[in-house]
């Protein structure tokens, strides 16, 4: 099994990245997964950004990025996508996927970091 996020990096406030995490390998297809985007920043907990059931029908978001953050995904690429809009300081964190079937069948990716600063 396998989750691979890519897209961080430095960026300025007001501005954008798209985060992506891409799954492979896994036991059931992907179609099945729930997907979740959580962060954590140094020396806080770790936090549930967004969300979006294995259909993709159904979206949740934390109040701080709602209206700025789309998260969505693509089963056909086993692929799921944080579009963060409207970037601020305070969004600077680690960014890792979630891909949830289940207690037993519950994956994590490695992180990608994203920095915004002036």
């Known amino acids: 099994v396998q989750l691979v996020e890519s897209g961080g990096g430095l960026v300025q406030p007001g501005g954008s990245l798209r985060l992506s995490c891409a799954a492979s390998r896994f036991t059931f297809s992907f179609s099945r997964y729930d997907t979740r985007w959580y962060r954590q920043a140094p020396g806080q907990e770790r936090e549930l950004v967004a969300a979006?059931?294995?259909?993709?029908?159904?979206?949740n978001y934390a109040d701080s990025v709602k209206g700025r953050f789309t998260i969505s995904r693509d089963n056909a690429r086993n692929t799921v996508y944080l579009q963060m809009n409207s970037l601020k300081p305070e969004d600077t964190a680690v960014y890792y996927c979630n891909c949830r079937l289940n207690a037993r069948y519950d994956y994590w990716g490695q992180g990608t970091q994203v920095t915004v600063s002036s």
């Open positions: 979006i059931t294995s259909g993709g029908g159904s979206t």
